[in-house]
Structures are given as structure tokens and as C-alpha cells.
């Protein structure tokens, strides 16, 4: 048993696929070797920080996925909530999309993933005294067929040993910032996260469709997170709050959970069509104002975010109600790439 510098350790986790809690796990493995109580506390909505009062200061990680160079709003929200007078210390984590050619390791990107967080938590009061991203392997299905076993376990090997040794060096009251080694590259992609945050994220919770096997048993909108997923006349709904986190499309054992390529691609062609043949044209006619004129242009741009929006809900209201046709339904599943077996699920093992 070493001399202890905090009471105790807890790690507030959000996590998809499982990849920021089995890090999670890691960390409390390595913190019992040192005989420091910790505690796992997942995030989802409703969860409100512990109010634990210790004469010895706390250690509290907060850990997630990166989405869109970003935190997922979930615990963006926690971070900005959490309160300011707990006798602790911090540190972030967030896994990213970790990548495997070869014998090399890829690593994903954070963006604002750990300044955001980090900036709020030190406004807050606090010593940030960890930064760690972490190359997990990437979970986002609806654009790339989950990874292989085999590149899985490697990957998630390299982790442990990385997460392991990060652990120790906070314990023993140093600090770790490997984060900062990208700042650069973070701050430079940060026009993406912002375009993630206010658009992105909303388009893509319109990417999830329920296919022909799905039998209603609800249990993808039992565990979403953040009951993103209502069910409308006994098939789930997703609603603009998901978070692609990915776990329904993952976890529902019937593998009903699709993301409809060619359907999305088409909804895309006709936004891009009925704005050039129509919008565009009528609002010259309206205002005079050409496309890049200053106000013309952010006007143009405005009206392309506007019909973009009401196409794609549209659209997606209409999809969900077709899907209960199976042969409709086949044929949208057909043309997604997410239904052949090839087009792996992914999970944490
Ligand atoms: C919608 C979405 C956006 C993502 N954006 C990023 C990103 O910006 N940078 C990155 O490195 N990884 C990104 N990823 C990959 C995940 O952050 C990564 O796979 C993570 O380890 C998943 O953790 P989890 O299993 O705990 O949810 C994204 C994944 C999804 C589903
Ligand atoms: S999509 Fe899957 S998890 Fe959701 S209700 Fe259908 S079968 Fe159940
Ligand atoms: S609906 Fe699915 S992808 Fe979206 S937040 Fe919920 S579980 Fe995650």
C-alpha cells in the first residue's frame, strides 16, 4: 500500500461502444493496485455529480468518446453544471478513433475535446492535472465497417498499457499532458467542431432507420443515453438530441438498426437541386442580391441551412412511416451498406 495523495478516485464516463469505459475500467484496476477506492459512475441523462465532501482531496476523471472534435454534449453539459467547491483535482480523458495499417497505429483528432472541458473545469477552480487522449478503435459504423477482432484486441492492448502507465503518473502526483501535443492540429480543425455542434450532429440523428427485423422489443430506446429514440406506433424513432454515440445501432440484437446510404445520398442530390433550381432563383428575383454579394451571401447560405433542415425532417418522417412496408423497407436496407455482414457491428470486448 503506497502513501495516498487523494481519498478516493471517480470517473464519470460516457460512453457508446464501450471504448471510454473499458478504459475506465483500466484506470480502476490500476488505482486498486495502489489501494485507491474508485468509482465508476456512467453518464446518462439525469445523472448529477456526487456531492461527496472529504477533508483529502478527491481525484475525478471525467471520460468519453470524441464526437465531431468534440465532447458529446451529454457531458459538455456535465462539465458545465458541475459544481465549483469540491475539494478535487481533474483530469480528461477521451478516447478517439484509433486506426491500425499494418503495424502502425493511427491516431484520431480531439479538436475541442480536451481544451473545451479542460478550459471550464480550471474557470471552475480546479488543477487540471491530466490530459490524455486515447487511440481506441473507432466505432463510427455508419461510415466505415467496424474493425476486426484481430486489429481490435491489438489496439485495445496498446491502450491498456498507455492508460496504465498514464494512471500511475497521476497517482503519484504528477502531471500528464499528451494532449497538448496535437494543440495545433486541435485548434486549427476547430471551425469542424463548431460546424459538428450546430449542424452535424443533428443531420446524422436523422441517419438511423429501423429495418424489416426489427420486432419491436424497444431495447435500443431503453438504453439510449439520452432517450433519443421515442417508439412511434411500435418502431423506434430517432429524435434530433442523439448523440450518435452509436450504442443502438451496435447493441440491438436483431441487427435491425440500418444507416440508409443511398437513401441519405439521394435526400443530399435533392437539397442541392431544389436550391439551385428553385430557392435560388427566387430569392434573386425577391431581393436582387447575388450569391456573393456579403449579405447575399449568408442570406443564400441561410435559406440552403433552412431547406436543408426541412427536407431532411421531412423526409425522415416519411421514411419512418414507409418502413413498415417490408418491401420498402428491403429495398432501403438493400441499398445501406450497414446491412451486409461484411459491414461489422462494434463493441468494446
Ligand atoms: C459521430 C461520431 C463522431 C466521431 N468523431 C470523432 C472525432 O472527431 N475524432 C476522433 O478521433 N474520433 C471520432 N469518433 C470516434 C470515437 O470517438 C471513438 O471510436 C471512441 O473511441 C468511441 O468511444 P465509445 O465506445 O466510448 O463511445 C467519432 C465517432 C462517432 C460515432
Ligand atoms: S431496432 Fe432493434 S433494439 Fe430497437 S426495437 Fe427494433 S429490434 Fe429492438
Ligand atoms: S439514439 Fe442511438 S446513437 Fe443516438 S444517442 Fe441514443 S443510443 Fe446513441
Known amino acids: 500500500m503506497m502513501l495516498q495523495i487523494y481519498s478516493k478516485l471517480i470517473l464519470y464516463v460516457f460512453s457508446g461502444t464501450g471504448n471510454a ?15 485507491l477506492e474508485t468509482e465508476i459512475i456512467k453518464l446518462k441523462t439525469g445523472v448529477i455529480p456526487s456531492t461527496e465532501k472529504s477533508e483529502k482531496k478527491l481525484l475525478i476523471g471525467f471520460l468519453m468518446p ?12 456535465f462539465v458545465f453544471k458541475f459544481p465549483k467547491d469540491i475539494n478535487a483535482d481533474v483530469f480528461i480523458l477521451n478516447t478517439r478513433a484509433g486506426l491500425k495499417m499494418h503495424k502502425l497505429f493511427l491516431p484520431g483528432l480531439s479538436g475541442l475535446a480536451q481544451i473545451l472541458p479542460a478550459f471550464i473545469l480550471l474557470l471552475k477552480g480546479y488543477k487540471v492535472i491530466g490530459m490524455q487522449p486515447m487511440d481506441m478503435p473507432s466505432n463510427w459504423i455508419s461510415i466505415h465497417p467496424g474493425v476486426g477482432p484481430v486489429v481490435q484486441k491489438s489496439i485495445s492492448e496498446r491502450c491498456e498499457r498507455i492508460t496504465k502507465k498514464f494512471t500511475s503518473k497521476i497517482l503519484t502526483g504528477k502531471s500528464a499532458y499528451k494532449a497538448l501535443w496535437s494543440l ?5 480543425i476547430i471551425p469542424v467542431s463548431f460546424l459538428y ?4 450532429r443533428f443531420f446524422l440523428s436523422k ?20 432517450h433519443a429514440i421515442e417508439m412511434h406506433n411500435d418502431k423506434p424513432y430517432w429524435k434530433l438530441t442523439c448523440e450518435s454515440c452509436m450504442h443502438c445501432m451496435n447493441f440491438c440484437p436483431s441487427r435491425a438498426i440500418e444507416t440508409p446510404h443511398v437513401f441519405v445520398a439521394l435526400v443530399w442530390w435533392s437539397i442541392g437541386f431544389i436550391n439551385a433550381m ?42 419512418h412511416y414507409l418502413m413498415r412496408f417490408r418491401w420498402f423497407s428491403k429495398v432501403i436496407s438493400f441499398t445501406s451498406l450497414t446491412h ?10
Open 66 to 77: 470524441t464526437h465531431g472534435f468534440n465532447v458529446p454534449p451529454i457531458m459538455q453539459e
Open 197 to 200: 455542434y450546430f449542424f452535424g
Open 207 to 226: 441517419t438511423f432507420i429501423y429495418n424489416y427485423n426489427c420486432n419491436s422489443c424497444g431495447l435500443c430506446a431503453k438504453e439510449c443515453p439520452v
Open 340 to 349: 451486409f455482414n461484411f459491414w461489422r457491428r462494434y463493441k468494446a470486448q
Open 21 to 35: 469505459y473499458k478504459i475506465a475500467q483500466f484506470i480502476k484496476e490500476k488505482a486498486t493496485e495502489f489501494g
Open 184 to 188: 495545433p492540429l486541435d485548434i486549427a
Open 278 to 319: 428553385l430557392v435560388i432563383p427566387w430569392l434573386k428575383y425577391q431581393t436582387g442580391l447575388a450569391p456573393e454579394s456579403g449579405l447575399g451571401y449568408w442570406l443564400y447560405q441561410a435559406s440552403y441551412i433552412a431547406l436543408g433542415f426541412l427536407v431532411i425532417v421531412s423526409t425522415y418522417y416519411m421514411l
